[in-house]
């Protein structure tokens, strides 16, 4: 008989008494003796840093952070938490929009931020990320290493961890899908109803893959702790890392124009806000070769002095100059000559002004995304606050929601630079997939709209916090303030949380926060919550719930 590797036949004998292998070890042992994780606690110079995210409006108070690099940590971390009945929270970017991680009753905050590895599981034929790497990160190893990528957002410094597990989009998902549509399997730490902390690996073809499926846009801090996602494309073969996921474009046009609010009356804005909405009506079909192109429409308060738009096209699309071209005659046919447009010094939501894309930019795939990415002085600013509301957009916002933004953009609230309203390019491939597929149910919408303020003094909460909130429930006042599945709209983005969705004085719709984030996938995710989290050890305020409790 031809002898085997030693990690097949460990695979092999493991797989037969059930238990899954992790990179030649089996998942759910006891860990190996590992060097303690450094553990900051509130003497430590460190611990403010430590405890506060990235919008400083959420600040907890726990015993202690820990921050882990291995699995193993990771799991020994866990069991001290639980073995001391300590309420854990978890970190692993620090970019949540709202107190899930640091809030006043986390015990113990376990911070993957220093967990970074990325690197290619030749037994699931996967490529490995860690969940502290960041999005930079990970966008330069894959495309460095192997020429691939997966189709995640644009901020630079977001985390892994927590963007891929809540169904993460970007420039490149009309033309890929979500980040969820490539992920194979995750390494997660659980723990079990005696207490009893472990990892366990979960993919689509094995007997866990509802702890899997869970993981494709459930969400963090539901489940246990991921602590590695194994990515590979459903349609992937061999054992190429290179062949393992989607390969960017090597290269990519990017163009931007200002809007000035000098040149905008309220017809104007609204012919703006609508050739935008029907481009993407009649350009978001899953295999149209429009979905090379993907798109940021940034609707400023008057205070900003203007406007902008910005278009990615991949550089090898047929005739990626003329669809870009196209584009922007289309957005601006009747709103402003494209050839007069003025520059895009006003800010794209969290990006900053790009004046250097008034013209046509030809440039590498990475060089853009780096530009892009790292623009964000929204997000870099250490005394950030803010607040963000969300919505999927099944089709153009009719005119009395545009005449709605306008108003609230040039009339209502503190005048503020930072505050706005984002409509991003959606649709393509993105709804190539079933909604009960993966656990994102949203699967037919061409935008999505994200209402958003940020500032920086914590005086200033209430009147801005005010205006997001009086913006969000003006424009889907006819739904109950929120933007419940119905034909326009199609509920609420879980990686853009909303506290209020929980709030009748904000959702008078009927609806929870469980539907307008999952519609019909809640139940399952309930059931995968019951067989994995049974103590309900992982959880914050929009946690999904055990059975029968509310």
Not at 139 to 165: D, E, K, M, N, Q
Not at 361 to 368: N, Q, T, V
Not at 442 to 449: E, I, M, P, Y
Request: net charge neutral; charged share 20%; aromatic share 8%.
């Amino acid at each position: 008989m031809t002898a085997l590797p030693r990690r097949r036949l460990l695979a092999g004998a493991s797989a037969a008494l059930g238990v899954t292998m992790v990179g030649g070890a089996p998942a759910g042992a006891a860990p190996a003796a590992t060097a303690a994780p450094v553990t900051v606690r509130p003497d430590d110079p460190r611990y403010p840093e430590l405890v506060t995210g990235n919008n400083q409006r959420w600040v907890a108070r726990p015993g202690y952070v820990v921050l882990p690099t291995s699995t193993a940590q990771v799991v020994a971390a866990v069991q001290a938490a639980v073995d001391a009945g300590r309420r854990i929270a978890v970190r692993s970017g620090g970019h949540c929009y709202e107190d899930f991680v640091y809030h006043r009753n986390a015990q113990v905050v376990i911070d993957l931020s220093e967990f970074r590895d990325i690197d290619f599981d030749p037994h699931f034929r996967s490529i490995s990320v860690a969940p502290g790497a960041t999005l930079l990160e990970v966008y330069r190893t894959l495309f460095r290493r192997w020429g691939v990528t997966i189709p995640g957002g644009s901020c630079y410094s977001v985390g892994a961890g927590g963007h891929i597990v809540g169904g993460g989009y970007g420039f490149l998902s009309r033309r890929h899908g979500l980040t969820v549509d490539h992920l194979y399997g995750v390494e997660v730490v659980v723990v079990d109803a005696a207490g009893r902390a472990r990892s366990v690996v979960a993919t689509r073809d094995d007997a866990n893959n509802d702890l899997w499926w869970a993981h494709t846009g459930g969400g963090g801090g539901n489940f246990g702790i991921v602590t590695r996602y194994l990515l590979r494309s459903p349609d992937a073969t061999g054992t190429d890392p290179a062949s393992a996921l989607p390969r960017p474009p090597s290269t990519v046009l990017l163009r931007a124009s200002g809007l000035d609010w000098a040149s905008l009356n309220e017809d104007r804005f609204v012919r703006l806000v609508a050739n935008y909405g029907r481009w993407h009506e009649a350009n978001s079909a899953p295999g149209s070769p429009a979905t090379a192109l993907s798109a940021v429409l940034a609707l400023n308060h008057l205070s900003a002095g203007g406007n902008a738009l910005l278009a990615q096209v991949a550089g090898d699309a047929r005739d990626a100059a003329g669809l870009l071209d196209g584009f922007f005659a289309a957005v601006l046919d009747g709103v402003v000559d494209p050839a007069r447009a003025a520059e895009p010094t006003a800010p794209l939501g969290h990006l900053g002004p790009m004046p250097a894309l008034a013209q046509p930019r030809h440039w590498p795939w990475l060089h853009a995304t780096s530009y892009l990415g790292t623009n964000t002085p929204a997000l870099t600013d250490p005394l950030q606050r803010g607040a963000h509301k969300a919505a999927y957009l099944r089709r153009a916002l009719p005119e009395q929601s545009s005449q709605v933004l306008y108003r609230q953009l040039t009339e209502a609230g503190p005048a503020n630079p930072r505050a706005g309203v984002v409509l991003f390019s959606h649709g393509g491939r993105v709804n190539a997939v079933a909604p009960s597929a993966t656990a994102v149910a949203q699967r037919d919408s061409v935008l999505k709209l994200l209402v958003q303020s940020f500032w920086s003094e914590a005086a200033d909460d209430g009147p801005q916090i005010g205006w997001v909130r009086e913006t969000y429930g003006q424009l889907f006042a006819q739904s109950g303030g929120v933007p419940v599945p119905n034909d326009l709209t199609d509920g609420c983005y879980i990686n853009y949380p909303d506290g209020d969705l929980g709030d009748d004085r904000w959702n008078r719709s009927g609806l929870g926060w469980q539907t307008l984030y999952y519609k019909d996938n809640y139940p399952r995710l309930q059931r995968v919550k019951a067989r994995w989290d049974p103590a309900d050890v992982f959880r914050h305020a929009q946690s999904v719930r055990l059975p029968g409790r509310a």
